[in-house]
T-cell receptor, first 112, second 114 residues
Framework: QKEVEQNSGPLSVPEGAIASLNCTYS??????FFWYRQYSGKSPELIMS????GDKEDGRFTAQLNKASQYVSLLIRDSQPSDSATYLC????????????FGKGTKLSVKP | DAGVIQSPRHEVTEMGQEVTLRCKPI?????LFWYRQTMMRGLELLIY????????DSGMPEDRFSAKMPNASFSTLKIQPSEPRDSAVYFC????????????FGDGTRLSIL
């Protein structure tokens, strides 16, 4: 059974701090990794994708991937109250024919 | 470009009634996914299609659930008969059939079965 694990939280950080969200996955041959943000009552929205080991930066967001440790993380710098949402980690493997395996999400709360 | 379009946005119906949820994927996408989300179970994949063909329906909870994709631009998820435990938010997502491509979600249908 392919699994994606996330700490459910809630993770609470003060405004301006760095929020660190973590995700582990069980399928060693996973190739593509995605972070989605979901506001309460809304649909998941893609915010980051990463495919190779290392860091990928996009504005205040940095995704980090370590395939040897089967670990992917999302850092949010200068956290804002508007970043308060649930963050879903999703993983796609070789031959998955498009299917993503989602974690249950980490709820982030940024306090003003 | 238009995103994934789902209808209706909200559905309230009585137990035993038939429910039909509709989805129009992003033009050009050849994979379509139906998900159900609840607080208890999170986001669950129900079924997905590639090039209009169902690939994996192992997530469909019971025979009461069925899904079709008659063409590349339309899919339905039907529940008959509906039960209160089917109450959830149902999302449709689409993507290109390529391991590097993410899925894009519709706004969802919030289903309440009384």
């Amino acid at each position: 059974q392919k699994e994606v694990e996330q700490n459910s939280g809630p993770l609470s950080v003060p405004e301006g701090a760095i929020a660190s969200l973590n995700c582990t996955y069980s399928d060693r041959v996973s190739q593509s990794f995605f972070w989605y943000r979901q506001y309460s009552g809304k649909s998941p929205e893609l915010i980051m994708s990463i495919y190779s080991n290392g860091d990928k930066e996009d504005g205040r967001f940095t995704a980090q991937l370590n395939k040897a440790s089967q670990y992917v993380s999302l850092l949010i710098r200068d956290s804002q109250p508007s970043d308060s949402a649930t963050y879903l980690c999703a993983v796609k493997g070789i031959g998955s024919q498009g299917n993503l395996i989602f974690g249950k999400g980490t709820k982030l709360s940024v306090k003003p | 470009d238009a995103g994934v379009i789902q209808s209706p946005r909200h559905e309230v119906t009585e137990m035993g009634q038939e429910v039909t949820l509709r989805c129009k994927p992003i033009s050009g996408h050849n994979s379509l996914f139906w998900y159900r989300q609840t607080m208890m179970r999170g986001l669950e994949l129900l079924i997905y299609f590639n090039n209009n063909v169902p690939i994996d329906d192992s997530g469909m909870p019971e025979d009461r659930f069925s899904a079709k994709m008659p063409n590349a631009s339309f899919s339905t998820l039907k529940i008959q008969p509906s039960e209160p435990r089917d109450s959830a938010v149902y999302f449709c997502a689409s993507s290109f059939w390529d391991s590097n491509q993410p899925q894009h979600f519709g706004d969802g249908t919030r289903l309440s079965i009384l």
